[in-house]
Nanobody, 113 residues
């Protein structure tokens, strides 16, 4: 049974930083791409960043390029999302996704002064 557990969300002021973590279990972690999606109130879920399983290729949504950095630790079965220069429009529930199939329950990020 695949389980994804996100952590690291919270409230931060505009311009601040947060690092999200997602710990995976129940799957051969290094076989799969893994990434982050987010859903803001009243909006559809959107892809934020994805990292491949093998060569470390990454994808970033245009809205977060240059501000967010995704990384993975295949020993700890964990993916991270370093978020800098946060904006109010980054406020959302952030979900971890493994291989475009499995989802975590999400962690709330609120950017507000």
């Amino acid at each position: 049974q695949v389980r994804l557990v996100e952590s690291g969300g919270g409230m931060v002021q505009p311009g601040g930083s947060l690092t999200l973590s997602c710990a995976a279990s129940g799957a051969t972690f290094n076989y799969y791409a893994i990434g982050w999606f987010r859903q803001a109130p009243g909006k559809e879920r959107e892809g934020v960043s994805i990292i491949s399983n093998s060569d470390g290729n990454t994808y970033y949504a245009d809205s977060v390029k240059g501000r967010f950095t995704i990384s993975r630790d295949n020993i700890r079965n964990t993916v991270y999302l370093q978020m800098n220069s946060l904006k109010p429009e980054d406020t959302a529930v952030y979900y971890c996704n493994l291989n475009f199939l499995y989802w975590g329950k999400g962690t709330l990020v609120t950017v507000s002064s």
